[in-house]
């Protein structure tokens, strides 16, 4: 079977690692050059790519199962493995430490060696059909037969536009953010952490997070609400380090004396909770021949990094239906099925959980007129022991939103009580934009930071 796949990020090349190696003869292309020699990785039109990221197990067992020579690599670049330690179960698989640089440089250097697998630099116009089923690409103008087309195009993929239903469900989800990447000093410990992965701390107006990668890398994010004009400044160095050196926390990750900035300020833009699967333009059965996975599929908040956790059972479970199906033409339903149940469910829970905390950023209470989000629930829980039951099933998403279902009303409880989540001790929103207007004014109108 000749396979035609749409983009060499991670859902792209594994895709076409996996079939390449079942004997197929696969090209992907991308935009991309790949990665230099040495210097930075630009990896223009991925806005992600330099943010912070979280890999879960899903990840590396997906990979380990379809791609291992991948997995060495990743690791032998740096990955850290890591466990949490679960009250009443113990040690369990956490996933990896590692920047997603460092991740897709491991998969795009292995690809080279996989017989049957080419990346090929270019852009794809648009997606060939004839006789009611998918015929190929077309690539910088010119046809690239294809029996199969693997969309892997990410979220910002038009490519098959002119085949595909838009976007369905959920849309802009009312966050933005900034990140910057440091490294600790030689020597120097970590700062405080709330688990093997991550700190965080919810502020009145934003939020806060440090993700720590391979090698004494972090990210630093700080989260507010898209409408939130004032908090636009933290896009500029001297504001985000003033809010750094304010914030309990961040300021000890980010002392000087215990580490460097290793990138600019990187301004991350709206997120989006959007999820599109397989339909066809007209609402219906999707083009037979054709198929989208990771990002082209859905895509959530990456505040607490389900994306790559979503895309790899994805391509898991669409090689397996490939494996069991000799005419790819007839493995878009049942995948599109498959991702309803899947994959679906964990968008609806982000647009629940953002939509709910950019109201209570606003000023508004828990509401108890409807289901409490999902990020309530688990709040909750600092009153109620009992909900903790179901906290590890969700939290690794190895069970579906729906798993917090029967400790909700015990949430409630605890809320109907009157108890609410306190903010974490920091600077006000309004403190937080005395702070950057402060700052700004003493370096004068500073541009945002630049490659």
Avoid at 263 to 272: E, K, S
Wanted: aromatic share 6%; proline share 8%; charged share 25%.
């Amino acid at each position: 079977m000749r396979v035609a796949v749409v983009g060499a990020g991670p859902a792209g090349l594994l895709m076409g690692s996996a079939l390449a190696s079942r004997g197929h003869e696969v090209v992907a292309v991308e935009r991309d050059s790949g990665p230099p020699r040495q210097g930075v990785w630009a990896r223009r039109g991925v806005m992600q790519f330099h943010h912070a990221h979280g890999f879960r197990p899903q990840v590396g067992q997906v990979l380990q199962e379809e791609w291992p020579a991948a997995f060495a690599a990743w690791t032998a670049l740096g990955a850290e493995p890591i466990t949490f330690d679960v009250p009443g179960v113990g040690p369990v698989p956490g996933g990896h430490r590692s920047r997603r640089d460092t991740f897709e440089r491991a998969l795009r250097a292995t690809s080279d060696g996989v017989a049957g697998f080419a990346v090929r630099q270019g852009h794809v116009d648009g997606v060939v059909s004839r006789g009611g089923r998918v015929r190929g690409i077309v690539v910088d103008g010119r046809p690239l037969d294809a029996d199969l087309v693997v969309d892997a195009s990410g979220r910002s993929g038009r490519a098959a536009d002119d085949v595909r239903a838009p976007s369905r469900v959920g849309g802009p989800c009312g966050m933005a953010y900034v990140d910057r990447q440091y490294r600790l000093r030689d020597g120097a410990d970590p700062g405080p952490m709330a688990n093997p992965l991550f700190w965080r701390a919810d502020f009145d107006g934003y939020q806060a997070i440090v993700f720590l990668h391979e090698r004494g890398h972090f990210s630093v994010v700080l989260v507010r609400p898209t409408a939130d004009a004032a908090l636009k400044g933290l896009r500029h160095a001297a504001a985000f380090d003033a809010a750094c050196s304010a914030i309990p926390g961040l300021a000890e990750w980010t002392d000087p004396a215990r580490a460097r900035p290793v990138t600019p300020v990187l301004p991350g833009g709206a997120l989006h909770n959007v999820y599109r699967g397989q339909r066809g333009t007209g609402g219906g059965s999707g083009l037979p021949g054709l198929v989208s996975v990771g990002d082209a599929v859905a895509t959530t908040t990456p505040t607490v990094g389900r994306g790559l956790a979503m895309a790899f059972p994805q391509c898991s479970r669409l090689l397996a239906l490939l494996d069991a199906e000799a005419d790819p033409a007839l493995v878009g339903e049942p995948f599109d099925a498959w991702c309803e149940d899947n994959t679906l469910p964990w968008v609806r829970d982000h647009i629940r959980v953002d939509g709910d905390q950019i109201r209570r950023w606003q000023g508004g209470d828990v509401d108890l007129t409807r289901p409490l989000p999902s990020d309530l629930i688990l709040a909750a829980a600092r009153v109620d022991r009992r909900i903790d039951r179901a906290a590890p099933g969700y939290l690794g998403m190895v069970d579906l939103p729906s798993c917090l279902d029967p400790v909700e009303p015990l949430a409630r409880a605890v809320y109907e009580s009157g108890w609410r989540p306190t903010p974490d001790p920091g600077p006000t929103r309004d403190e937080l934009v005395g702070l950057i207007e402060a700052a700004v004014d003493r370096g004068g109108r500073i541009a945002a930071d630049g490659w």
